[in-house]
């Protein structure tokens, strides 16, 4: 079996989907290069992958790899055609994490502890 490693772009959303035996997946389409240069990929995947790409939106960059799969189907101009498909165990995103903002000087998380209107005890014996 080889293993591919397919990056492009989401087309639709990802769908999450149950099999009769009660097992996750999901499933997704992913277009790889632009113009008259196209190919288009069916991905599967399972377990923490499958909840991976179930969180993805239509048009994210993606990056998976995985087992290959070719299968062909009669269209229906009647021609045989080839379909890819990637059986996903590993996916990357390429979309950007937000960073954290940063909490004002006035957040109570950021005083400092001797700025704090703490009482003090009075029956100090100082």
Do not use: C, H
């Not at 149950?18 to 499933?27: D, N, P």
């Not at 991976?52 to 070719?70: I, P, Y």
């Not at 590993?90 to 209107?117: E, F, G, M, V, Y």
């Amino acid at each position: 079996m080889a293993t591919v490693m397919v990056t492009g772009r989401l087309f639709r959303q990802p769908e999450r989907k149950t099999s009769a035996a009660g097992k996750v997946f999901t499933t997704a389409k992913i277009k790889e290069g632009s113009g008259d240069n196209v190919a288009w990929w069916s991905a599967v995947a399972f377990g923490d992958t499958a909840e991976a790409l179930a969180a993805m939106q239509d048009g994210e960059a993606v990056s998976l790899s995985g087992n290959l799969a070719v299968e062909t189907y009669k269209a229906n101009d009647g021609e045989t055609r080839v379909s890819l498909k990637v059986v996903a165990e590993a996916i990357l995103s390429a979309r950007k994490r937000r960073k954290p903002k940063p909490q004002s000087a006035n957040s109570p998380d950021n005083t400092p502890q001797n700025d704090r209107n703490d009482f003090i005890d009075d029956a100090m014996p100082f």
